[in-house]
């Protein structure tokens, strides 16, 4: 696992931002990432559980750049 995938679940007013660990596999003909995503959301210990999502680029960061996250 080497990057977090940037996820919003949204319930009525109610907004929280969270981040999945995953894994880049390569890049799609519309210029989307396809990542295999690890976990359900943000629920602790199911990291047994993956899917694979077509995402925007912007949306997917590398594990070191999470200090970058920690300022803003």
């Not at 696992?1 to 969270?18: P, Q, T």
């Not at 995503?37 to 629920?43: N, T």
């Given at each position: 696992?080497?990057?977090?995938?940037?996820?919003?679940?949204?319930?009525?007013?109610?907004?929280?931002d969270y981040l999945m660990r995953c894994d880049v596999l390569?890049?799609?003909?519309?210029?989307?990432?396809?990542?295999k995503v690890y976990g359900r959301m943000f629920w602790k210990?199911?990291?047994?559980?993956?899917?694979?999502?077509?995402?925007?680029?912007?949306?997917?960061?590398?594990?070191?750049?999470?200090?970058?996250?920690?300022?803003?």
């Amino acid at each position: 696992m080497s990057h977090f995938l940037r996820c919003r679940h949204c319930l009525g007013s109610n907004i929280r931002d969270y981040l999945m660990r995953c894994d880049v596999l390569g890049e799609i003909k519309s210029g989307k990432l396809k990542v295999k995503v690890y976990g359900r959301m943000f629920w602790k210990d199911t990291d047994h559980i993956t899917s694979i999502r077509h995402v925007a680029p912007d949306r997917v960061i590398e594990i070191e750049d999470t200090e970058q996250l920690e300022t803003k």
